[in-house]
């Protein structure tokens, strides 16, 4: 089973980049589907990207699309999500995770999870 962990959160102004890491470690991490969700307070987790074993398949959310960029690197075991022009709005914590399909865009596909990463967007 793979374990990950999330890391480049923070508190950021509207308008500016961040990058999310998520490295993965204990399993084969090519063969896992990968996807970035967010929670914001008083809200359901939500799907913001998710990215097919290869990376060849990717899904956006309408809220990420044109915004937000989802990459892996399977050598380093790593997920990223880069966020640009982000909004008050996006402020959540985002978790990775991990679904043993090869590609999945539902919450339910996944049951391996991080322990999520605050990211804080002022206006």
């Known amino acids: 089973q793979v374990q990950l962990v999330e890391s480049g959160g923070g508190l950021v102004q509207a308008g500016d980049s961040l990058r999310l890491s998520c490295a993965a470690s204990?399993?084969?991490?090519?063969?896992?589907?990968m996807a970035w969700f967010r929670q914001a307070p008083g809200k359901g987790r939500e799907i913001v990207a998710a990215?097919?074993?290869?990376?060849?398949?990717?899904y956006y959310a309408d809220s990420a699309k044109g915004r937000f960029s989802i990459s892996r690197d399977n050598a380093k075991n790593t997920v990223f999500l880069q966020m640009n022009s982000l909004k008050p709005e996006d402020t959540a914590v985002y978790y990775c995770?991990?679904?043993?399909?090869?590609?999945?865009?539902?919450?339910?596909?996944?049951?391996?999870w991080g322990q999520g990463t605050q990211v804080t967007v002022s206006s």
């Open positions: 995770a991990a679904s043993k399909l090869v590609y999945a865009t539902v919450v339910v596909a996944y049951d391996t």
């Open positions: 204990g399993g084969t991490f090519s063969r896992y589907g």
């Open positions: 990215l097919s074993w290869s990376g060849s398949a990717t």
